[in-house]
T-cell receptor, first 113, second 117 residues
Framework: GEDVEQSLFLSVREGDSSVINCTYT??????LYWYKQEPGAGLQLLTY?????DMKQDQRLTVLLNKKDKHLSLRIADTQTGDSAIYFC?????????????FGQGTTLQVKP | GAVVSQHPSRVICKSGTSVKIECRSL??????MFWYRQFPKQSLMLMAT?????????EQGVEKDKFLINHASLTLSTLTVTSAHPEDSSFYIC?????????????FGPGTRLTVT
């Protein structure tokens, strides 16, 4: 079935890099996403990667995709206290991209000053 | 950027009553809206997919008679929780796809916190 797994918690010091990992099961997923959720708020799309790409960089964010291992990671360079939030990995299962998203459990990122 | 609003942001209701939650796309037309439910410290679970002018498609295990979804226009979808019970208390989040922007991105609303007493 469709499943997305993430580690639940990550703590880093301000200025360090953060790496959040995710594994998924649907090898036909067309797009994979990273969302950020701050307390009591909705989800903000951070970035997404098309399944035929290995890497995507957007300012401080780097997404790496290992399609063979069905592994996705999000690296945040120079992590700031404002990056503290819950980060969700999501896959768009199947090749037709209906818009349905399967989310991981979310990784709580704690940034210590 | 694309903005999705939800109303109300918080609602408390008594057990047995019905509650309606609105999801609006403010500056774009949304052919498809999605309704999610999020339990504390847990992931988002897709409840249903709502297409303008047609019946919603519910995910397995979601009672369509309990969670009524109406997508009457390209900018508004509503979720009505009928005969609410304490176990329906949750954070409900909607998202919308821009009809013109393609199929990659979804824009999420800020969520509605429902508490059933």
């Amino acid at each position: 079935g469709e499943d997305v797994e993430q580690s639940l918690f990550l703590s880093v010091r301000e200025g360090d890099s953060s790496v959040i990992n995710c594994t998924y099961t649907d090898s036909s997923s067309t797009y994979l996403y990273w969302y950020k959720q701050e307390p009591g708020a909705g989800l903000q799309l951070l970035t997404y990667i098309f399944s035929n790409m290995d890497m995507k960089q957007d300012q401080r964010l780097t997404v790496l995709l290992n399609k063979k291992d069905k592994h996705l990671s999000l690296r945040i360079a120079d992590t700031q206290t404002g990056d503290s939030a819950i980060y969700f990995c999501a896959e768009s299962p199947g090749s037709s991209n209906t818009g349905k998203l399967i989310f991981g459990q979310g990784t709580t990122l704690q940034v210590k000053p | 950027g694309a903005v999705v609003s939800q109303h109300p942001s918080r609602v408390i209701c008594k057990s047995g009553t019905s509650v309606k939650i609105e999801c609006r796309s403010l500056d774009f037309q949304a052919t498809t809206m999605f309704w999610y439910r999020q339990f504390p410290k847990q992931s988002l679970m897709l409840m249903a997919t709502s297409n303008e002018g047609s019946k919603a498609t519910y995910e397995q295990g979601v009672e369509k008679d309990k969670f009524l979804i109406n997508h009457a226009s390209l900018t508004l979808s509503t979720l009505t929780v009928t005969s609410a019970h304490p176990e329906d208390s949750s954070f409900y989040i909607c998202s919308a796809r821009d009809r013109l922007a393609g199929v990659v991105e979804q824009y999420f609303g800020p969520g509605t916190r429902l508490t059933v007493t």
